[in-house]
T-cell receptor, first 113, second 112 residues
Framework: GENVEQHPSTLSVQEGDSAVIKCTYS??????FPWYKQELGKRPQLIID?????GEKKDQRIAVTLNKTAKHFSLHITETQPEDSAVYFC????????????FGTGTRLKVLA | DAEITQSPRHKITETGRQVTLACHQTWNHNNMFWYRQDLGHGLRLIHY???????NKGEVSDGYSVSRSNTEDLPLTLESAASSQTSVYFC???????????FGPGTRLLVL
C-alpha cells in the first residue's frame, strides 16, 4: 500500500550545525508534501510544505527539496537552535484530489547547546 | 478567533465501554480528519470527511466510527473500547480544495 519512510528516527546535532531529515514516498501520484513540527505534548504544526511542481522551497532557516524522479524529499534546517528540538513529521498527500496524508514515522531532533 | 478544539483532553475508560471524542472547528472547513498517534507509528488516519453526511475509512478504521451532521463537528466513537486503542487522538481540518491540514490539541485516551 501507500507508504512514507522517514529517516533517521533520531538525530542529535550541535547548536549552529545543520540538520537533514529524509523521506521517501511510494505513490507516484502524490503531489503535496508538508512537514510538521511537534513539541512535547503539543499538536503537530505545519512548518513548511512543497508541491510537486517545485524542486525547492526556503523559509528563513528551513528548506525543503523534492526529487520526483526518485520519490524523495528532505527537510533542511540550518543554524540549528535549542528551540528546534522537537519531533518532525513528513507527509505525502497520497492521491491527487483526496487531501489525505500518509505520514512518516517521525524524527526526534535534539539540538545540543 | 477561529480554531479547532477537542474534548475531552484526557480520558480514562474501561474495555468494552463506548467512548466518543469530540472535534469542533470554527473555520468552516469542509474537510475533517481523525488520526491516532502511537510511538513508532507516527500519525495514522482513522476516518475522514469531505462534508456534511460524507464519511470515509482511513487505514486504521476498525473499531471506530464517525458521523458528520454539520460542518463544524466530526465526533469519533469507539464502539467497544479495547486496550489497543490507548493512544493520542488528533483531529484536523482543511479548506475544500486545499491540502494543508490544521490540527487540534489532541485527546489522550487510556483504556484499562
Amino acid at each position: 500500500g501507500e507508504n512514507v519512510e522517514q529517516h533517521p528516527s533520531t538525530l542529535s546535532v550541535q547548536e549552529g550545525d545543520s540538520a537533514v531529515i529524509k523521506c521517501t514516498y511510494s505513490d507516484s501520484a502524490s503531489n503535496y508534501f508538508p512537514w510538521y513540527k511537534q513539541e512535547l505534548g503539543k499538536r503537530p504544526q505545519l512548518i513548511i510544505d512543497i508541491r510537486s511542481n517545485v524542486g525547492e522551497k526556503k523559509d528563513q532557516r528551513i528548506a525543503v527539496t523534492l526529487n520526483k524522479t526518485a520519490k524523495h524529499f528532505s527537510l533542511h534546517i540550518t543554524e540549528t537552535q535549542p528551540e528546534d528540538s522537537a519531533v518532525y513529521f513528513c507527509a505525502a498527500s497520497t492521491t491527487s484530489g483526496t487531501y489525505k496524508y500518509i505520514f512518516g514515522t517521525g524524527t526526534r531532533l535534539k539540538v545540543l547547546a | 478567533d477561529a480554531e479547532i478544539t477537542q474534548s475531552p483532553r484526557h480520558k480514562i475508560t474501561e474495555t468494552g465501554r463506548q467512548v466518543t471524542l469530540a472535534c469542533h472547528q470554527t473555520w468552516n472547513h469542509n474537510n475533517m480528519f481523525w488520526y491516532r498517534q502511537d510511538l513508532g507509528h507516527g500519525l495514522r488516519l482513522i476516518h475522514y470527511s469531505y462534508g456534511v453526511h460524507d464519511t470515509n475509512k482511513g487505514e486504521v478504521s476498525d473499531g471506530y466510527s464517525v458521523s458528520r451532521s454539520n460542518t463544524e463537528d466530526l465526533p469519533l466513537t469507539l464502539e467497544s473500547a479495547a486496550s489497543s486503542q490507548t493512544s493520542v487522538y488528533f483531529c484536523a481540518s482543511s479548506v475544500r480544495g486545499a491540502e494543508t491540514q490544521y490540527f487540534g490539541p489532541g485527546t489522550r485516551l487510556l483504556v484499562l
